[in-house]
């Protein structure tokens, strides 16, 4: 059972923006770093966002990553079919000394 | 090429043993924390597993503590999982993760391809 919510399902148009919350406590998204991940089936989770909102080398600048309080969101812009997939968001939590993945959000394109 | 590569996954009897093992090349693998997580099939990733760089710090999830050990070799830039008394809910493909970032990120940069545990009589 996670510490962190999603929103099971978000869905947009081709070319149109989504935004996926994630909500914590103090205990870890308050209080450390929240990193996103995109899963497609049959293969590994690949990390979108680090330290909140810093994009690793070669993830487009479609996806940006913010943080407020105890929650976090992942904003994708110009979306394309390609990017249907699930996202998790992650972070540690200091009290339970666990990370944490959220429940994750299935991306649909209309 | 900066690559993990898991191996040692299989069909296991319910309380039989396992052990993974993870290769790391490309990088220097002992400056890096590393964790285990696995993703159960249709579910999320679950995070099970981390092992500070050098060994000195090691963390579990509730659901593997007492069961599953994690260990690692620098000299052999490898990471282990030691898994006893297996489960049904054990069952999963597990990946071998590297922290890249360093900090407190604790942000899983690199992933292995995962290798499958099946725990079923």
């Known amino acids: 059972q996670s510490v962190l919510t999603q929103p099971p399902s978000v869905s947009a148009a081709p070319g149109q923006k989504v935004t996926i919350s994630c909500s914590g406590s103090?205990?870890?998204?308050?209080?450390?770093?929240v990193s996103w991940y995109q899963h497609l089936p049959g293969t590994a989770p690949k990390l979108l966002i680090y330290?909140?909102?810093e994009r690793p080398s070669g993830i487009p600048d479609r996806f940006s990553g913010s943080k407020s309080g105890t929650s976090a969101t992942l904003g994708i812009t110009g979306l394309q079919t390609g990017d249907e997939a699930s996202y998790y968001c992650?972070?540690?939590?200091?009290?339970?000394?666990?990370?944490?993945f959220g429940p994750g959000t299935t991306v649909t394109v209309l | 090429e900066v690559q993990l590569v898991e191996s040692g996954g299989g069909l296991v009897q319910p309380g039989g043993s396992l052990r993974l093992s993870c290769a790391a090349s490309?990088?220097?693998?002992?400056?890096?924390?590393m964790d285990w997580v696995r993703q159960a099939p249709g579910k999320g990733p679950e995070w099970i597993a981390y092992?500070?760089?050098?060994?000195?710090?090691?963390y579990y999830a509730d659901s593997v503590k007492g069961r599953f050990t994690i260990s690692r070799d620098d000299a052999k830039n490898s990471l282990y999982l030691q898994m006893n008394s297996l489960r049904a809910e054990d069952t999963a493909v597990y990946y071998c993760?590297?922290?890249?970032?360093?900090?407190?990120?604790?942000?899983?940069?690199?992933w292995g391809q995962g290798t499958l545990v099946t725990v079923s009589s």
């Open positions: 993760t590297r922290e890249g970032y360093g900090g407190n990120s604790d942000a899983f940069d690199l």
């Open positions: 490309g990088f220097t693998f002992s400056g890096y924390e």
């Open positions: 092992m500070r760089s050098g060994g000195s710090t090691i």
């Open positions: 103090s205990s870890n998204i308050g209080n450390n770093f």
């Open positions: 330290n909140n909102n």
């Open positions: 992650g972070t540690w939590d200091s009290s339970l000394t666990t990370y944490f």
